[in-house]
T-cell receptor, first 114, second 113 residues
Framework: EAEVAQSPRYKITEKSQAVAFWCDPI?????LYWYRQILGQGPELLVQ????????DSQLPKDRFSAERLKGVDSTLKIQPAELGDSAMYLC????????????FGPGTRLTVL | AQSVTQLDSQVPVFEEAPVELRCNYS??????LFWYVQYPNQGLQLLLK??????LVESINGFEAEFNKSQTSFHLRKPSVHISDTAEYFC???????????FGSGTRLQVQP
């Protein structure tokens, strides 16, 4: 069964360091999302891609976060520099482009910033 | 902007008892509605969704949810829960024409023997 892959699963870093997360969506899914889930809360959208183009990054803290999907397939989310408040689960999801299409989520990367 | 409220952060229930997990949303435009489930140490999985048509939608494992437009609610119900239903349940909405989801804060369902 096709799955969304994410790596690493866990990341511990010190504040002011740079971190990067990788996501490989399900083959054929043109739409890719990055969500952040703080402990005890629901996921919140950071950025949405349609193929290689950013559709929505209104909630992405652009002073420290960046995201790319250069070939319209896999994607990388980067934080530089990391802050204590960035500790969270970072979820990647993908879907077909139709409205109401199911989003398939990866297992997530749990980031701890010390 | 749309928002989702899940009033109950935790719902303890005994096995084979009925359960209702509440979800209310606010939006000035039409929305699609979803319930996602997150089992321990696993990713989010779609449980059921409402796009249009019949206001009552069902999942393959016995859950159902009813879209109530006048009350802006999409409560999740199951007539008899199992231990294996223990998980975190998230209600989510997306605006028609915009595919990103807005999630509620989640309800932890704890089924006790």
């Amino acid at each position: 069964e096709a799955e969304v892959a994410q790596s690493p699963r866990y990341k511990i870093t010190e504040k002011s360091q740079a971190v990067a997360f990788w996501c490989d969506p399900i083959s054929g899914h043109a739409t890719l999302y990055w969500y952040r889930q703080i402990l005890g809360q629901g996921p919140e959208l950071l950025v949405q891609f349609q193929d290689e183009s950013v559709v929505d990054d209104s909630q992405l803290p652009k002073d420290r976060f960046s995201a790319e999907r250069l070939k319209g397939v896999d994607s990388t989310l980067k934080i530089q520099p990391a802050e204590l408040g960035d500790s969270a689960m970072y979820l990647c999801a993908s879907s077909f482009p139709g409205q109401g299409s199911e989003q398939f989520f990866g297992p997530g990367t749990r980031l701890t910033v010390l | 902007a749309q928002s989702v409220t899940q009033l109950d952060s935790q719902v303890p229930v005994f096995e084979e008892a009925p359960v209702e997990l509440r979800c209310n949303y606010s939006s000035s435009v039409s929305v699609y509605l979803f319930w996602y489930v997150q089992y321990p140490n696993q990713g989010l999985q779609l449980l059921l969704k409402y796009l249009s048509g019949s206001t009552l939608v069902e999942s393959i494992n016995g859950f159902e949810a009813e879209f109530n437009k006048s009350q802006t609610s999409f409560h999740l119900r199951k007539p008899s829960v199992h231990i294996s239903d223990t998980a975190e349940y998230f209600c989510a909405v997306s605006l028609t024409g915009r595919r990103a989801l807005t999630f509620g804060s989640g309800t932890r369902l704890q089924v006790q023997p």
